[in-house]
């Protein structure tokens, strides 16, 4: 179990530019979930997934943001036409979801730092 | 919708000492986990605690325990000998249990400081 990695850690972009986030799970979890956590604040929920199925967008996730998780494993966040308020820390989130079992525990990357100049 | 509340942005314990950090939450949902995260400087969130709503039993975990008071919609962490590792933003975080998605709704955070 090596845990949540995202990739890259840190991102520096110009505005208008397109940038993509990706994150692999743990490698048994069938949830994956995207937040985004800004300087000083909470994370807030953007998406999830099961397996490969988004099933929930939070009214954060403008039309200029996309995720994908093609083959329920690893996802790929991508946004487009990059804005400054784009800038803060998009985290990923993965956790084991079984009917009956109600033992659900997020466990969390650490997270791609995006700054958007 | 759901809403966590942490009133206080920033608190510091000498070491070796308890310090208890507060959240406050809003439902109107009956049953529900409550959670306490701890994200060191750059490093990544790792759950520290955890609570169910149909619990009437506090959670406990070494040294990290909760005073859950669901009447009063509040949940707070108490850290008892605190250690300098201790130092870090901790988050209270809420999600519903019986419902697609389980999202996380978090508070705004502590940054809690560990004087040596």
């Not at chain 1, 009214?59 to 329920?72: C, I, N, T, V, W």
């Not at chain 2, 520290?48 to 040294?63: L, P």
């Amino acid at each position: 179990d090596t845990g949540v990695s995202q990739n890259p850690r840190h991102k520096i972009t110009k505005r208008g530019q397109n940038v993509t986030f990706r994150c692999d799970p743990i490698s048994e979890h069938n949830r994956l979930y995207w937040y985004r956590q800004t300087l000083g604040q909470g994370p807030e929920f953007l998406t999830y997934f099961q397996n490969e199925a988004q099933l929930e967008k939070s009214r954060l996730l403008s039309d200029r943001f996309s995720a994908e998780r093609p083959k329920g494993s690893f996802s790929t966040l991508e946004i487009q036409r990059t804005e400054q308020g784009d800038s803060a820390m998009y985290l990923c989130a993965s956790s084991f979801e079984k009917t009956g079992v109600m033992d659900e525990t997020q466990y969390f990357g650490p997270g791609t730092r995006l700054l958007v100049l | 919708a759901q809403t966590v509340t942490q009133s206080q942005p920033e608190m510091s314990v000498q070491e070796a000492e308890t310090v208890t950090l507060s959240c406050t939450y809003d439902t109107s949902e009956s049953d529900y986990y409550l959670f306490w995260y701890k994200q060191p400087p750059s490093r990544q969130m790792i759950l520290v605690i955890r609570q169910e709503a149909y619990k009437q039993q506090n959670a406990t975990e070494n040294r990290f325990s909760v005073n859950f008071q669901k009447a009063a919609k509040s949940f707070s962490l108490k850290i008892s000998d605190s250690q300098l590792g201790d130092a870090a933003m901790y988050f209270c975080a809420y999600r519903r249990r019986y419902r697609a998605g389980n999202m996380l709704t978090f508070g705004g955070g502590t940054r809690l400081m560990v004087k040596p």
